[in-house]
């Protein structure tokens, strides 16, 4: 059962990962999700501090709020003039840095340990369950990635038109009244809920990997967007189901298998992709000569 579990959470995390980051790939925005996990240090630490409780709501709650923050930021520099991968490299290392000082001042003596919160272990959740009136009702990760995923679909099928045209060309969206900042900051509050949804549970290293290498191996099978974000859904859902079982073969980390098989997927559309493999590519130049 705990196979199943695990593989589940995976899947769930791929698929919540995979949606958002297609967004993400295309706006050149792809490692957002690595900002946001390091710059909610802070927030876990000023949640500790002011609740007094090292409870995973508390911390999950001031996760979130700098993750939110994090992206305001990102982008005030961003349109201050910054680049944008300049603007997220600013940002989370400042942030992550702020985090580590106030650690070192006001939780010397304390157990406080940021290692489960920030970089929890997939192969721990079938554990880590949730009790309704005594009734076990499954792993408190598979129920917050869940929501995560209901939200994300919920949101990006209502909004789906604008969220594309913003994506592809902002300036034509502006043009025809579309909010373009509201539907930034949407996209972005849903990048950093997904993130912080799944990092306490499966590790920071699965959630960035998942916000990446899916979609952008989607990214070079097709030019659909629609169908971009399935192909992500379905690679990060097989990449899971490899990973954990080549995880169990090579007694190896399960995020690291789970990523590691993503990227090998991602290698083999790169050279084979019908439309923008190296290989295809290079046959087409060989018929024009």
Known sequence: MSTFWIILTGALVA???GIVGCFLVLRKMAMIGD???????PGIVIAFL?????????M???????????????????????????????????????????????????DLDLDCVLYGEIAYVPWNTIHVA????????????????????????????????????????????????????????????????????????LVVGMLVVPPATA???????????????????????????VAYLLDASIAGSMISVAGVLFLIALFFSPTQGVLFRKFKQRQLI
């Open 219 to 245: 990214y070079l099978l097709t030019d659909k967007l629609g169908r971009m974000i399935a192909y992500s859904v379905v690679i990060g859902c097989c990449s899971s189901i490899i990973g954990y079982y």
């Open 35 to 41: 900002a946001i996990s390091h710059s909610v240090l």
């Open 134 to 205: 005594g009734i076990d009702i499954g792993p408190k990760a598979v129920w917050g990635v869940g929501l995560a995923l209901l939200l994300s679909i919920v949101v990006i099928s209502v909004f789906y038109k604008q969220f594309k045209l913003c994506s592809f060309d902002p300036a034509m969206a502006a043009a025809v009244g579309i909010p373009v900042a509201l539907f930034h900051y949407l996209l972005m509050g849903l990048v950093s809920v997904s993130t912080v949804a799944s990092f306490e549970s499966v590790g920071a290293i």
């Open 50 to 58: 002011i609740s007094g409780s090292r409870g995973s709501l508390f």
């Open 60 to 110: 999950l709650l001031g996760a979130a709020v700098l993750g939110l923050i994090t992206v305001f930021l990102i982008q005030l520099f961003h349109q201050s003039g910054v680049q944008s991968d300049a603007s997220i490299g600013v940002v989370f290392t400042a942030l992550f840095a702020v985090g580590v000082v106030l650690v070192s001042i006001y939780t010397k003596h304390i």
């Open 15 to 17: 698929s919540t990962c």
